[in-house]
């Protein structure tokens, strides 16, 4: 079947999706709200979209875009509401499902965004930072995580900051990271590890031992991951995503940039 490496993940993505679910949309990840339109396509007509860009709650969807993205979040919003308010008020009182992207991330799903380097006021590299991570983390039994480049780098023995909260003996509320979907495979945390449950279609499973920096658990009933439908990859290409947004999460360097100009110039933002 033809494929790409982005619509496998999407299409992932959107099998953690259930109908009804109320699903939190953060910062600059295109691969999830590819995924969860996917979702609401396919079966989950039900499920609604809360935002952090437009600090918005929707009921229906527009396609991915980057310079003109207030066409979804502002354009088809139900509600707004302010960030205080969605923190403090929404998402303690609703199951609200929500995809993270963990620039590290240990054995017990512990993650960081916030910089790479033990000395906080010199590192080695400042990250995003971790917005209302913390804040959800802490209490949250649907946290999910994904990491479109997967590698050493990200996956760690020890994070050096934890700004996501994952499985650890003190926690009081929450369930630490369910589900981490990469470009290698998918994982879960059943016994509060990080354990490989399926490989993408040309991966094996020692690759993917290989570029984590920590031993795995394997599941026993561990099995290639199911690729997109054709009616998947179609929607993804020509209704969801035709301009690609989804892919500038997995380019790096001149690749992503010339994406990013062709994206800009088709949506006349330039």
């Not at 989950?44 to 935002?51: D, E, G, M, W």
Request: with cysteine; aromatic share 8%; charged share 20%.
């Amino acid at each position: 079947m033809d494929f790409t490496i982005d619509e496998l993940i999407c299409a992932c993505i959107a099998r953690q999706v259930q109908d009804g679910d109320l699903l939190a949309q953060g910062i600059n990840t295109p691969l999830v709200m590819a995924g969860f339109i996917l979702a609401k396509i396919t079966h989950a007509p039900n499920a609604i979209f809360t935002s952090a860009i437009g600090q918005s709650m929707c009921q229906d969807w527009s396609p991915l875009g980057v310079g003109r993205i207030e066409d979804l979040w502002l354009g088809q919003a139900l509600a707004h509401f302010g960030f205080v308010a969605g923190a403090a008020d929404l998402l303690p009182n609703y199951p609200t499902k929500e995809f993270f992207r963990p620039a590290q991330v240990d054995a017990a799903g512990n993650f960081n965004n916030i910089a790479f380097g033990r000395d906080y006021r010199h590192p080695r590299m400042r990250l995003p930072g971790s917005g209302g991570i913390p804040d959800v983390t802490v209490f949250s039994d649907h946290i999910h995580l994904y990491v479109p480049r997967h590698s050493r780098v990200t996956f760690t023995e020890q994070v050096d900051y934890i700004s996501g909260l994952g499985h650890v003996p003190t926690r009081r509320r929450g369930a630490g990271a369910r589900y981490l979907i990469s470009d290698l495979g998918q994982f879960d945390w059943a016994n509060g590890r990080m354990r490989l449950t399926s490989v993408h279609p040309g991966i094996s499973i020692e690759q993917a031992q290989k570029k984590t920096g920590f031993a795995l658990e394997i599941a026993p009933d561990a099995r290639e991951t199911p690729p997109p439908t054709p009616e998947e990859v179609r929607l993804l290409r020509e209704v969801i995503d035709p301009l690609g947004v989804r892919k500038l999460e997995i380019l790096g360097g001149s690749a992503r940039k010339d994406l990013l100009r062709h994206i800009l110039a088709q949506e006349n933002a330039l």
